[in-house]
């Protein structure tokens, strides 16, 4: 749905898929708040089959309809603003983020204040959130991800300054093994957290927001190193310590991380070289539109919904 508002003046038809994912979004409302969506659709797509919801979904469906307001306006058929603050009122604030630790949570399955996962820290999306429904809630939930990645930096990776793929307590660390029973390297970063540079980076992209800068700075300096300033160097996960999960690469892994260079001109050459490893990536879909989505980014065509 990103991808079809931001690419509306590439593709005349742009409008006429996204109005038919916005529908499919409506036809499976999760069976734990209505305003969210539904983490599973069923091939049949009957609603028997529909589940709770995943935040990160929910969080780019919300965004996504601000990028459709200012893409194509919400005077037509579709309401895309009215949309987008309903679901960010009513879906997002009230089951995807605690409002006592203000930590974005699992989904609105999830009634665990402190769990949270790395991919969804989307604070350029919470600050869009706030301006689109003047909320103030929104800038402490975006406050609250830079002081976890602080202290998960501080006591967990002072050297690298990688995320694992899920964190849990009051006192944030990282999730156990096999934690919801999705893979072992749960506590690693891994196949959730290699999103985490992108949705950071964005923030700086579109805000400046100094701490979004330092986090990616500190993240940077370990993976060119690592990588002996060859992004095809990098690989598809890592220890906390900095020391690779795999000897194999991967997009969605590699284009957050080019994505990232963007913080700070130094990085110029890195990002020159990651981008044409990227652009050429065609593997499965969860590569491809990461890439696809980091390229937007990077390029300067993914523009901020309401600044």
Known sequence: MIIFALMAGYDDDAKKYYDGMLNMFEKHPSTGNPHCMSWI??????????????????????????????????????????????MITKGLKVSDVSAT??????????????STRSSDWMTAHFRNYQKATSDQFWSGVADKVYRTVESLTTNYSPQTGLMPDFIVDKTPKPAPEYYLDEFKETDEYCWNACRYPWRITTDYAHFGTPEAKEAMVK????????ADNKPSEIRAGYHLNGTPLVSYSSGAFTAPMVTATIVDAKYQEFLNKGWGVIKSNRNSYYDDTICLL??????????NPTH
Do not use: C, P
């Open 294 to 303: 980091n390229m937007l980014l990077i390029s300067g065509n993914w523009w």
């Open 101 to 114: 630790s203000k930590r974005t949570m699992l989904g609105d399955w999830d009634s665990n204040a402190y």
């Open 41 to 86: 659709i069923h091939e049949t797509e009957l609603n028997k089959h529909d589940a709770a919801s995943a935040s990160d979904g929910d969080m780019d469906i919300a965004y996504s309809m601000l990028l459709a307001h200012l893409q194509w306006g919400s005077n037509g058929l579709l309401n895309y603003l009215d949309k987008a603050q309903t």
């Open 219 to 226: 993240l940077l300096d370990f993976m060119v190193a690592n």
